[in-house]
């Protein structure tokens, strides 16, 4: 009878890249050293990169790391919870709320449109006093670990989607920082408000930014937003945000 530590190498690789990715580094490799060079050879996280569909997009479609490559594409989804306001206001915590305060609406709302995706029905509304609101993401329990966070230093690309009425003018406010484990600010991006008159065409807008090559350190993001209208009308005039995203890793082809 055939063992398995006798098989060629080729079949032994085709057998490990069925295997989910974090046992192989948890176990698999731990078996002998055989298995450890194995699970240490590019080719097996490149062909579980492919078989997984793990690919890079653009023109430079070089990967220095297979393996980082792999679990940066595995770990990758939107770090910020109830983006969509389908939850209340759950795991926001509201820094400002002024005015009448901040309100859910479905979409489109009152003389407001559509948003461009389908499956996003409902927004954060702010109102005639200041509206803030922010979450906090903790990258560990996230599960990226400080090695990969300091020695890849993969991209965040931070999005948010906000509008205005088309009957009333508003201000709209986004900041995000890098924090350590200490809470200190690594790195920040805090653009001027945006002002949107009144008579607008009412169409939501994208706010986007991407921090590249950032200290060493980062443990938490703080993504903040909001604002409030411009006419001080009762109600809710103001800025409409949603579908909020914090994303870490690579670009991937679709």
């Given at each position: 009878m055939v063992h398995i530590r006798d098989l060629p190498e080729d079949i032994l690789l085709d057998l490990l890249s069925?295997?989910?990715?974090?046992?192989?580094?948890?176990s698999c490799r731990l078996v002998c050293s055989q298995w450890r060079d194995l699970v240490?050879?590019?080719?097996?996280w490149k062909r579980k990169c492919q078989?997984?569909?793990?690919?890079?997009?653009?023109?430079?479609?070089?990967?220095?790391?297979?393996?980082?490559?792999?679990f940066l594409c595995l770990l990758k989804r939107n770090l910020l919870k109830n983006h969509v306001a389908e939850a209340n206001f759950q795991h926001w915590k509201l820094d400002s709320n002024e005015g009448h305060q901040w309100k859910i609406e479905d979409l489109p709302g009152g003389h407001g449109r559509?948003?461009?995706?389908?499956?996003?029905?409902?927004?954060?509304v702010t109102s005639y006093g200041p509206c803030m609101k922010h979450q906090i993401v903790d990258l560990k329990k996230e599960g990226y670990w400080a090695e990969l966070m300091d020695e890849?230093?993969?991209?965040?690309?931070?999005?948010?989607?906000?509008?205005?009425?088309?009957?009333?003018?508003?201000?709209?406010?986004?900041?995000?920082?890098?924090?350590?484990a200490d809470y200190i600010v690594l790195?920040?991006?805090?653009p001027e408000k945006v002002v949107i008159e009144q008579w607008s065409d009412a169409e939501w807008r994208e706010m986007t930014h991407t921090f590249h090559n950032y200290p060493s350190g980062v443990r938490y993001i703080y993504f903040q937003h909001?604002?409030?209208?411009?006419?001080?009308?009762a109600g809710w005039y103001g800025v409409r945000v949603t579908n909020s995203s914090i994303t870490i890793g690579p670009d991937v082809a679709s």
């Open positions: 069925l295997v989910p990715g974090r046992d192989l580094v948890r240490d050879v590019a080719a097996l078989m997984e569909g793990f690919l890079p997009r653009g023109q430079d479609r070089s990967v220095p790391d297979w393996r980082i490559f792999y559509e948003f461009p995706h389908p499956n996003v029905r409902k927004y954060f890849t230093k993969p991209d965040i690309v931070v999005k948010d989607w906000y509008a205005a009425r088309f009957d009333c003018g508003c201000q709209y406010k986004l900041t995000v920082r890098l924090l350590s790195d920040e991006f805090d909001g604002g409030q209208d411009t006419q001080f009308w």
